[in-house]
């Protein structure tokens, strides 16, 4: 269902971007996400596909401002007598800052905010228990981008969230944006 929403909500924006005024641009990125958690002594570092969407508004070539989602994916983790697995998303929102060495290339720097959705589950023959967390954390990227023409361009970018709960995560992305 959020799925079909939201390819609605892409859709009716490229159908709708003649009224859309120059500055604005949207975005979609693909990816590896990983998770890392230390507790107790204990040490788990697992990795999974990351995509995210995202849009925004360039308010010149050095600063703009960007709002997104991104799935990090399922990390699982299966022991001898259980199984558990962390979920996680975020909507996040973030400045940008750009160094355009040329008109074509650039490399830009994040800070932001991001609200992390972790749904945690354990399970075994005899137990069965979830946890769904929300939390807001601040969030920090570095990546670069270059641009084919003023519509399209290409991005690649590693982000880093703030730890929740012993847990690390992280997404290092490849994506492309269009330009209105």
Not at 28 to 55: F, L
Not at 121 to 135: G, L, V
């Amino acid at each position: 269902m959020k799925k079909n929403i939201l390819a609605s909500l892409v859709l009716s924006a490229l159908i709708a971007s003649p009224v859309f005024a120059e500055g604005f641009y949207i975005g979609a990125d693909v990816g590896s996400s990983k998770a890392k958690a230390d507790s107790n002594g204990y040490s788990i570092e697992k990795s999974d596909t990351a995509w995210g969407i995202h849009g925004g508004y360039k308010f010149s070539p050095y600063l703009a401002a960007e709002l997104g989602y991104r799935s990090f994916g399922k990390f699982e983790e299966n022991y001898s007598f259980m199984k558990g697995s962390v979920e996680a998303s975020a909507v996040q929102a973030s400045v940008i800052g750009s160094y355009p060495f040329s008109e074509a290339f650039n490399i830009y720097g994040r800070l932001g905010v991001a609200s992390i959705k972790t749904t945690s589950k354990i399970s075994s023959d005899f137990y069965n228990a979830q946890n769904d967390q929300t939390d807001t954390k601040a969030l920090f990227g570095i990546g670069a981008q270059y641009s084919f023409n003023k519509n399209l361009s290409m991005r690649t970018e590693y982000t880093q969230y703030a730890e929740i709960e012993d847990v690390k995560l992280s997404a290092i992305t490849i994506g492309a944006n269009y330009s209105f």
